[in-house]
């Protein structure tokens, strides 16, 4: 068993994504730096354009959440919920994989406030984020055990 209790959380958050219908639907991949912010690529899809064949907005928003809550909740043993998310859409994903980063503002005792960024492949910034992530009571443990 790993003793950091990040990469333990991040791990089993980690598992926690690779059950979410989700991941299939975007055809996104996490993974976690030894910090423990995370990291979404999504491939581009057409099913995800809007009518000018391009990523919509709103897929982009669910990119920058992802990134945002699953770095939050490696600070915690508990979930963490979504209370605040901004986005800021500042170049077109011109049909190019993305990627989704994450970093820590501040991780309080009940609140944590997280940076997301989006990138193409090609490297342009695509979006900016900031989230507040509430602390809930219920412990992380995977659906069906605990």
Request: a neutral charge; charged letters at 20%.
């Amino acid at each position: 068993m790993n003793d950091d209790p990040i990469r333990r959380r991040a791990d089993l958050l980690s598992e926690f994504f690779s059950h979410a219908p989700m991941k299939g639907t975007f055809g996104m991949t996490l993974s976690f730096d030894e910090a423990g912010d995370a990291t979404f690529h999504m491939p581009n899809n057409p099913q995800m354009h809007h009518s000018f064949r391009d990523t919509h907005g709103g897929v982009i928003a669910t990119l920058i959440d992802n990134a945002g809550w699953f770095t939050a909740a490696t600070r915690y043993d508990f979930w963490v919920n979504t209370s605040e998310l901004t986005v800021r859409l500042l170049e077109p994903a011109n049909q190019e994989t993305l990627i989704g980063r994450g970093s820590i503002i501040r991780a309080g005792g009940r609140v944590c406030v997280a940076s997301m960024t989006v990138h193409s492949a090609s490297g342009r910034l695509v979006a900016t984020g900031s989230g507040s992530f509430m602390v809930s009571s219920k412990r992380i443990a995977l659906p069906g055990k605990g």
